[in-house]
């Protein structure tokens, strides 16, 4: 496994309003984060919201290109993000926190159970579980590479990890402090981390 210490570039807020940021997610324009009753969307140029969905909104965010999920409430809703319209519902697996879009299935991480599901986004089936030493917080999928984050301990990382075995093979520590709720990818080299309490968003370079 590879350490080093990862590069924040970047930090958002907090945000006026925002007690917490849970899971978030980027659709190539906005970075849509939850904040409990609300999904948010940031502009990552201005670093101002631009729009906000009444959507429960307490964990995993993800967007598959067209329709944004969310966990809340035992449950991930499929949403338009136009309208902020509830298009369908599943179950979310039990204490359910990051969650992340990767080609055609979700990726839902389970905090306290130190685990990784692959999951079907049309019924909720669970197709693969990997096991974590660490609680997994945010989940990303980004050129084939499975990411995710870990708080515990008053500690986080970020993680690649194997998508098929769940070994760790790269890990970038965070500043003491800086703790990771949820985690996404721009598509390129950038991640965004959602900060939990500290209501902020920060940016961590991707490491080629």
Not at 129 to 158: A, F, I, N, P, Y
Not at 161 to 185: C, F, K, N, W, Y
């Amino acid at each position: 496994m590879k350490r080093s210490t990862a590069e924040i570039t970047r930090e958002y807020g907090p945000m006026p309003g925002v007690t917490a940021v849970h899971g978030l997610t980027y659709d190539g324009h906005h970075v849509w984060f939850a904040s409990g009753e609300h999904l948010h969307a940031l502009d990552p140029d201005s670093g101002q919201t631009v729009r906000t969905l009444d959507v429960p909104a307490s964990a995993g965010t993800a967007f598959d290109g067209r329709h944004l999920y969310q966990i809340a409430d035992e449950n991930i809703r499929k949403i338009d993000p136009q309208s902020g319209e509830v298009l369908s519902s599943i179950p979310a697996p039990a204490g359910a926190s990051g969650m992340a879009w990767a080609e055609g299935v979700l990726w839902i991480g389970l905090y306290q159970n130190r685990k990784i599901l692959q999951v079907d986004p049309a019924n909720g089936k669970v197709l693969r579980t990997l096991d974590c030493d660490r609680h997994v917080t945010g989940v990303s999928w980004v050129d084939k590479q499975l990411w995710h984050g870990t708080w515990e301990d008053d500690h986080s990382e970020l993680r690649r990890i194997d998508p098929t075995t769940g070994a760790v093979q790269v890990s970038l520590q965070m500043p003491d402090g800086a703790h990771v709720s949820g985690l996404e990818s721009d598509g390129a080299d950038l991640f965004y981390c959602g900060g939990g309490n500290s209501g902020k968003i920060r940016v961590v370079r991707r490491p080629a």
